[in-house]
């Protein structure tokens, strides 16, 4: 079977083939009435050019299909996962800052100064930027204001939607 996959999420998903166990990433098929198909999928192909009108790429994978479920033309839903949830921490997108030294944050202590922290970023999610590295799951962080916060300077927080900390996703 043959698919088109935005060129972006094809770079997420030749990512996760690095990060973990290439074997650990699936590829499952659902059905049009949802369920999932019950043969595991295996990559077959990936094109090497993207198409400049659709920014998509063509790949292939290949599913058994013993009891005649796939037909050719019907309608179906890929799904890529990788077998084990993979954490991130991601934080808003107007709590970065940047420099000539690089990205940066402002993480608040117990004592309510605010300290820059370098920090190193991954891929988009939405509102929400990945930190690979440099920050620790629910550290405080400034999120409004940025731009009147110095190091060692005390800050007075406020929650937000986002709870002011650096979050997880799986």
């Not at 659902?30 to 999932?36: E, K, M």
């Amino acid at each position: 079977m043959s698919f088109s996959l935005p060129d972006r999420e094809f770079l997420r998903i030749m990512e996760l083939s690095k990060t973990v166990n290439e074997k650990s990433v699936r590829t499952t098929l659902r059905l049009t009435d949802g369920s999932a198909y019950p043969v595991p999928g295996e990559r077959d192909f990936e094109d090497n050019t993207v198409d400049e009108r659709t920014g998509t790429i063509t790949l292939r994978l290949r599913f058994g299909n013993p009891q005649g479920l796939l037909l050719p033309g019907s309608m179906v839903r890929v799904e890529v996962a990788a077998s084990a949830p993979i954490l991130d921490v991601l934080v808003p997108q107007e709590a970065l800052a940047a420099d000539g030294q690089g990205d940066y944050v402002y993480v608040v202590d117990s004592e309510n100064v605010a300290h820059r922290r370098s920090v190193v970023l991954g891929t988009e999610s939405g509102s929400m930027r990945q930190v690979t590295s440099g920050l620790m799951e629910g550290e405080r962080i400034v999120q409004l204001g940025l731009q009147s916060v110095r190091d060692g300077m005390p800050v007075s927080p406020m929650p937000s939607d986002s709870n002011g900390a650096a979050g997880q996703k799986s």
